[in-house]
């Protein structure tokens, strides 16, 4: 494992404001991560008490139905965040995110966040207004989705707004090329976004 160095997270877009004393409060509060090729990094249904920062290497999701079948979902790569929902929700796992390669993250607690909130606030203030704008594409992602499965043949969607655009680079994991959270087709009407929300 490579020495921690606060040029790793610098790089992401969600510290590059920070002042030094409060990149070094989270530096301190972070754990480094380093995964090979098809480790485990979350499985679905697992608490979920941590967020990753990844800052090389790819992830790929995965969501699992009730019968262990398995759909690739999309992916989180370097300067992405994964998990930052256990920041406003600590539930179980939505999904399983497994290392489509060689990666390495830095870990942060929901128990950290809240001591970066006493000792950092401006840090953790930036982590939580990028979780929240993580949360809103996400939203917003799967509400245009289901537009389109709902009315296929609308093509007007206004001014520069594509359906299934892709995630900001603050964090989180997004979509495939065309789009898709999951399979959803025309033969298969709507049973990803029913995934995402357990129908």
Known sequence: MTPKSSSHLRDLQVFADLGDADLAA??????QRSFVSGEVVFEQGDRGDTMLFLVAGRLRVELEDGKGNRTDVGAVVAGQVVGEMAALDPAPRAAHVIAASDATGYELSVDALRQLRREA?????????????DVTARLRTINERIE?????????RGPGVKAGAGRGP??????????????GSASEPRTWWAKLFGG
Do not use: C, K
């Open 26 to 31: 989270v530096m301190q509060l972070t754990r």
């Open 121 to 133: 606030p401006a840090a953790a203030a930036a982590i939580t207004s990028a979780v929240i704008g």
């Open 148 to 156: 389109q499965e709902l009315n296929p043949t609308a093509t007007a």
């Open 170 to 183: 603050s964090g989180g994991y997004r979509p495939h090329a065309d789009g898709a959270l999951g399979p």
